[in-house]
């Protein structure tokens, strides 16, 4: 039996500061194929695992991580999927 989702469209603003897994079905499913901005792990610090930029590609996250006065090479790129 397949399982259908019905999403309404969803600002991608609205995940933002939102932890990935935190993410509920009709958000992954709204946004799926987005590209999000996590801040990478470091010895020397650990951040707080959340969506930091949201865009349709790596350069739109970097392009708004940079307006916002944050170093796109302190964060890693990841697309969204829905859990398979």
Do not use: H, N, W
């Not at 990935?20 to 992954?28: A, H, N, T």
């Not at 709204?30 to 901005?37: K, M, Q």
């Not at 990478?40 to 940079?66: D, Q």
């Amino acid at each position: 039996m397949a399982v259908m989702f019905f999403t309404a469209r969803i600002d991608p603003q609205r995940v933002v500061g939102k932890p990935p897994e935190r993410l509920d079905l009709d958000e992954l499913a709204a946004l799926e194929g987005r590209v999000v901005a996590l801040e990478i792990y470091t010895p020397e610090g650990l951040p707080e695992r959340r969506i930091e930029a949201i865009g349709e590609t790596a350069e739109e996250c970097a392009a708004a991580l940079s307006a916002s006065g944050r170093d796109p090479r302190r964060y890693e790129f990841t697309v969204l999927k829905m859990p398979r």
